[in-house]
């Protein structure tokens, strides 16, 4: 059994024999992986051949269940339209001014630019090419801000608050016609990740009111192209991990902040768990300190839908022998008995 149908076994256990290891994958990781090579997320838009070349060449080394070409661009969009963004010299994108200054601006966006612009169309020239090297061995995904974060960076969060709901249909539009096209070009994971909606940041009730419903309409459509649905949410959310279900998700990503024992009580099965080494203790431990966290996670929450991950993306200054260890621990654990 490959990399590709240990992954999907635990998802979709029904459709695969007995898999017999844990699946372990890292989440997002592009700005780590182009760091490896010495390549920042612009050299990786005006070189693309260069991403290609380090996305599989790491993977190999690593051997990550999932491959996450595209990711790290979230904040592209805010550009698209109009914001303005910076690309730090390794790392990820900043947004340094909204795209949108008022909710009337709304009318006149035109989506059809999300598809058109060049960095785009290159993102997704990346995920095909790395499907086409690697997709039959490696499960290919990538990720996209959901839609209330989305909305926070187009909007700025303090004035979401006040006109969210027209903009949440708008960005989870936005988010939509962002992720679908990576689907026939190779992407069968999406990765939706909503750090705004944390419940160190919202309440329940808002979570409730305006991200839960937005989510639950994007991965409904994405999912009729048969896509599979990762949802990350940073920070803890114990209060709303029982909600992931019905929203539609196939996996849930969680933070090092969440009880794994208690999240796997929650969600009873319904869906994949995945998580939740610290990030911090990946680029600040010894190969050693991550072993021990890794086999910390599976022991504690490991079942038949549990994936080893780290609790968010990884900072690009992460040694690559922590994350060779992460990721062999996975691969060499086994459940008792």
């Given at each position: 059994?490959?990399?590709?149908?240990?992954?999907?076994?635990?998802?979709?256990?029904?459709?695969?024999?007995?898999?017999?290891?844990?699946?372990?994958?890292?989440?997002?990781?592009?700005?780590?992986?182009?760091?490896?090579?010495?390549?920042?997320?612009?050299?990786?838009?005006?070189?693309?051949?260069?991403?290609?070349?380090?996305?599989?060449?790491?993977?190999?080394?690593?051997?990550?269940?999932?491959?996450?070409?595209?990711?790290?661009?979230?904040?592209?969009?805010?550009?698209?339209?109009?914001?303005?963004?910076?690309?730090?010299?390794?790392?990820?994108?900043?947004?340094?001014?909204?795209?949108?200054?008022?909710?009337?601006?709304?009318?006149?966006?035109?989506?059809?630019?999300?598809?058109?612009?060049?960095?785009?169309?290159?993102?997704?020239?990346?995920?095909?090419?790395?499907?086409?090297?690697?997709?039959?061995?490696?499960?290919?995904?990538?990720?996209?801000?959901?839609?209330?974060?989305?909305?926070?960076?187009?909007?700025g969060v303090e004035r979401l608050m006040a006109g969210i709901h027209a903009l949440m249909e708008l960005m989870?539009?936005?988010?939509?016609?962002?992720?679908?096209?990576?689907?026939?070009?190779?992407?069968?994971?999406?990765?939706?990740?909503?750090?705004?909606?944390?419940?160190?940041?919202?309440?329940?009730?808002?979570?409730?009111?305006?991200?839960?419903?937005?989510?639950?309409?994007?991965?409904?459509?994405?999912?009729?192209?048969?896509?599979?649905?990762?949802?990350?949410?940073?920070?803890?959310?114990?209060?709303?991990?029982?909600?992931?279900?019905?929203?539609?998700?196939?996996?849930?990503?969680?933070?090092?902040?969440?009880?794994?024992?208690a999240a796997q009580r929650q969600l009873q099965g319904?869906?994949?768990?995945?998580?939740?080494?610290?990030?911090?203790?990946?680029?600040?431990?010894?190969?050693?300190?991550?072993?021990?966290?890794?086999?910390?996670?599976?022991?504690?929450?490991?079942?038949?839908?549990?994936?080893?991950?780290?609790?968010?993306?990884?900072?690009?200054?992460?040694?690559?022998?922590?994350?060779?260890?992460?990721?062999?621990?996975?691969?060499?654990?086994?459940?008792?008995?």
């Amino acid at each position: 059994m490959n990399s590709r149908e240990v992954l999907l076994k635990t998802i979709q256990r029904d459709t695969l024999p007995k898999r017999d290891r844990p699946a372990s994958a890292l989440l997002s990781g592009a700005t780590w992986t182009f760091r490896q090579k010495g390549l920042s997320l612009k050299d990786v838009l005006e070189q693309p051949q260069f991403a290609i070349s380090a996305i599989c060449e790491m993977n190999a080394l690593i051997q990550s269940d999932i491959v996450w070409p595209g990711s790290g661009f979230h904040n592209l969009l805010v550009h698209i339209f109009g914001g303005k963004i910076k690309f730090r010299p390794q790392g990820n994108i900043d947004v340094h001014e909204p795209a949108f200054q008022s909710i009337a601006e709304l009318d006149g966006a035109d989506l059809n630019q999300i598809g058109q612009h060049e960095w785009i169309v290159t993102i997704r020239s990346i995920i095909e090419a790395v499907h086409q090297n690697i997709g039959q061995e490696f499960l290919i995904g990538t990720s996209s801000w959901g839609p209330f974060t989305l909305a926070g960076q187009f909007y700025g969060v303090e004035r979401l608050m006040a006109g969210i709901h027209a903009l949440m249909e708008l960005m989870t539009e936005v988010c939509y016609r962002y992720l679908a096209p990576a689907i026939p070009k190779g992407a069968s994971m999406l990765s939706i990740a909503e750090p705004t909606a944390s419940g160190d940041l919202i309440s329940l009730k808002h979570f409730e009111e305006f991200v839960a419903p937005y989510l639950q309409k994007v991965i409904a459509r994405l999912k009729e192209q048969n896509a599979l649905i990762t949802l990350h949410i940073c920070g803890n959310i114990k209060d709303r991990l029982h909600l992931a279900p019905a929203i539609g998700v196939d996996l849930l990503s969680v933070d090092y902040k969440v009880d794994l024992v208690a999240a796997q009580r929650q969600l009873q099965g319904k869906i994949a768990l995945a998580g939740n080494v610290n990030p911090i203790l990946l680029k600040d431990g010894s190969p050693e300190d991550v072993q021990t966290a890794a086999v910390a996670c599976l022991e504690a929450a490991y079942a038949d839908n549990f994936i080893l991950m780290p609790g968010c993306d990884i900072p690009p200054a992460v040694p690559l022998e922590n994350v060779v260890a992460f990721i062999k621990a996975g691969a060499k654990w086994r459940p008792p008995g």
